[in-house]
């Protein structure tokens, strides 16, 4: 054929030539072959995006042509020969999807250079064809959400299976093997990653097994070709032996890790580690003789390299990814804690009331201390700082009594809730069980908005008539007093938004806690006091055990305390700092200025009708703090745990069905309820 032919033909649609003039593809015309493929996948692909829940059909409808049309279905399977067998598929399954042990910022700084210049790939490798192929940047969508059964079809129609055992693909499979079996033995010798190791695998590592078995593999292949088939089984079974072990240990070491914290580049190595694993178990079921790659298999892998072609210079993915399992690390954290804060029994539900007056109690005390410090006349960044430092040492305060202060467990409980759906704990989610959970939540918020608003307003009163008493005159009166309370009203103010904004740094300051949390275990600050070669001079052992344990159990909260006291008293100055109309409203301090505000004014100058708004624009308050903070954090936590609530939607059903049948405990706990264990009387 001569170059003006070949140019020709390119130019003309190799499917309507087949169609209409009878035209035969070679196996050995890689290039006109690849061609044939970018045209007959064009023809699948949607005209927008948009609605790519086509495809479905078209890929039907393009199976249904190639059974009707034998002379496009030979085309077919020589142009999907040619590119399978001709090309390099090693790159495609070792590279593609797969992160480099080259560390996350070398990574990311590939990841950004691609975005401008696009990596060169050799025509040899099959990478380019899937890319020559599906060349727009969402192609990887519709390939996704076409289903797996209408693919399985279409490249069984294809003939796929006979490509498949060709002895060159499986070569390539094999080499493709030993290059991951010797990277996973590499990375499992990484002695930070050993430390999370069990016992019992750390004096016979199964990483470095596994890469023993798969030599053998090879060299038991090389030597017997497939002559002896049950002993190449046997061989293979022993890899997969050692693969489950491996998949194991890298349970077990995640778990560690939620015990004793983790690190960004300890998460790199794991998930290296994890994903290699993954691509192992697919290669060794595509070379033995007993689990053949079939055309499913093959279909999740199509449809992954895809995806990972076309996200590869992703760098929202490769921190959604990498940064997602230390989030996951920071949830499980806050998750054990939220655990205290949700009530399973009656008495639990009054203890929780309890520990929630005393932490209104000590609110009173720090609204008090703010409110006299609203009087000094000193410059605006200064006042935020007091102000700060007296939310800091209240909110400090109540975390070193055990008090409780309401709106801090949404940032806690919403970790414990998705836990119960947690995809890396449970196979099936018991999603009775989640809205039993979720029933537990409410009532214990309940309870300790109960707690804090049943001391906080008597208490602020008295305390505005005890200042009253003592000094003679009142702690706010007349037109600033009345601003006191307008500032909570619910459209007489911003204070609804206001109080969103103080749910974000709920938010903000839980995650905060959580990733202190997490880094003093991964560091053993614990163990370092006691080491320490000064400290252990001058302390002795037991009380530097007695200091390191507290700096590594109560540093994230001092941390996430500290950290919104000063958000919210720096929050109050924005405006006379910048001029920008900023404020957070936390309900707890509203309600004690709300108080002092009232008996500032006098019950007599406020209505009915008013005080009642009020009241409202707390309880608008009161649920902006929690919802905000609480969606905020139940997003990262099952995102983290690579939850999607659209797997789920019968969940909304069962829920509301709880609610039904049980519409009191969401508010109490239930009746005859004295353990723990009610999930069987709920």
């Known amino acids: ?46 005209d927008r995006i948009s609605v790519y829940f086509y495809s479905d059909k078209k890929l039907d409808e393009a199976t249904h042509l190639l059974i009707e049309n034998p002379a496009l ?68 969508i519709w390939v996704e959400h076409t289903s797996r059964n209408s693919w399985i079809r279409f490249f069984e129609v294809a003939g796929y299976m006979d490509t498949a055992n060709n002895p060159k693909m499986i070569r390539q499979i094999l ?9 996973v033995a590499d990375l499992g010798l990484n002695p930070d990653f050993t430390e999370y190791l069990p016992n019992e695998y750390r004096q016979q590592n199964p990483f470095v097994a596994q890469n023993i078995a798969a030599i053998d593999f090879e060299r038991l292949l090389d030597k017997d070709g497939n002559g002896n088939i049950t002993e190449l ?10 693969l489950q072990a491996c998949a194991t240990c890298i349970k077990t070491a995640q778990d560690n890790q939620s015990l004793q914290g983790a690190s960004v580049s300890l998460t790199y190595t794991t998930m290296i580690i994890e994903s290699c694993l993954e ?24 449809r992954l390299l ?8 992703s760098v929202r993915e490769l921190f959604s990814q990498n940064l997602g399992y230390v989030a996951y690390q920071i949830a499980e954290h806050k998750g054990h804690k939220g655990g205290k804060y949700i009530t399973t029994t009656k008495k639990s539900w009054f203890r929780m009331v309890g520990t929630a007056a005393w ?5 009173c005390v720090m609204a008090f201390f703010k409110t006299l410090l609203h009087l000094l006349k000193i410059p605006p960044f200064w006042l935020g700082v007091a102000y700060s430092v007296n939310y800091s040492i209240g909110f400090v305060a109540i975390e070193e009594t055990g008090s409780t202060l309401a709106t801090k467990q949404p940032a806690f409980t919403a970790s414990a809730v998705a836990s119960s759906l947690d995809s890396k704990k449970n196979s099936q989610p018991n999603l009775y069980q989640l809205a039993v959970t979720v029933a537990r939540v409410m009532r214990s918020q309940n309870a300790s908005f109960i707690g804090n608003l049943m001391v906080v307003l008597p208490v602020s009163y008295v305390i505005a008539w005890l200042y009253d008493l003592f000094t003679g005159h009142k702690l706010v009166e007349g037109i600033h007093a009345f601003e006191m309370i307008e500032d909570q009203h619910p459209w007489h103010s911003l204070s609804l938004l206001y109080a969103c904004n103080a749910g974000v740094f709920l938010f903000v300051t839980g995650l905060l806690a959580g990733y202190v949390g997490n880094k003093m275990k991964y560091e053993h600050i614990a163990a370092r006091i006691v080491d320490h070669p000064i400290l252990s001079v001058t302390m002795s052992k037991k009380r530097l055990q007695k200091i390191g344990d507290y700096i590594e159990h109560h540093s994230g909260a001092l941390a996430g305390n500290i950290a919104f006291g000063f958000l919210m008293g ?30 500032g004014y006098g019950f007599s100058n406020l209505t009915g009708v008013y005080l009642a708004q009020t009241a409202l624009g707390l309880f608008g308050i009161g649920f902006f703090n929690f919802a905000v903070s609480f969606f905020l954090a139940f997003y990262v936590a099952v995102r983290s745990r690579g939850i999607k609530m659209r797997d789920y939607p019968e969940f909304i059903k069962i829920l509301w069905l709880y609610f039904r049948k049980h519409p009191l405990r969401f508010l109490f706990p239930g009746k005859g309820i004295k353990t723990g264990e009610e999930d069987t009387q709920e």
């Open 1 to 46: 054929m001569s170059r003006k032919q070949r140019k020709e033909r390119e130019k003309s649609d190799l499917i309507e030539l087949t169609l209409q003039q009878g035209y035969h593809l070679s196996i050995l015309d890689r290039e006109n072959g690849l061609i044939f493929l970018r045209d007959f996948f064009g023809r699948i692909r949607p």
């Open 73 to 140: 279905l030979n085309n077919l399977k020589a142009a999907l020969f040619s590119q399978l067998v001709n090309t390099d598929l090693v790159p495609s399954l070792t590279q593609s999807g797969l992160m480099q042990s080259q560390g996350f910022m070398q990574e990311l700084s590939h990841r950004i250079s691609y975005k401008i210049l696009p990596p060169y790939k050799d025509k040899d490798d099959f990478l380019y064809v899937l890319n020559h192929i599906f060349y727009k940047y969402s192609d990887f």
């Open 175 to 183: 080499k493709s093997l030993l290059i991951l079996s010797y990277r």
């Open 233 to 242: 089984q046997s061989q293979l079974s022993e890899l997969e032996v050692f």
């Open 279 to 302: 691509r192992l178990s697919i290669l060794v079921d595509a070379i033995s003789q007993q689990h053949q790659l079939d055309t499913g298999q093959f279909v999740d892998l199509f």
């Open 306 to 313: 895809v995806r990972n072609e076309k996200r590869k210079s």
């Open 359 to 363: 932490g209104g109690l000590i609110i």
């Open 570 to 599: 720096m929050s109050s100055v924005v405006t006379l700092i910048f001029g920008l109309k900023f404020d957070v409203r936390h309900v707890t301090i509203a309600s004690a200025n709300v108080a002092f505000g009232i008996y």
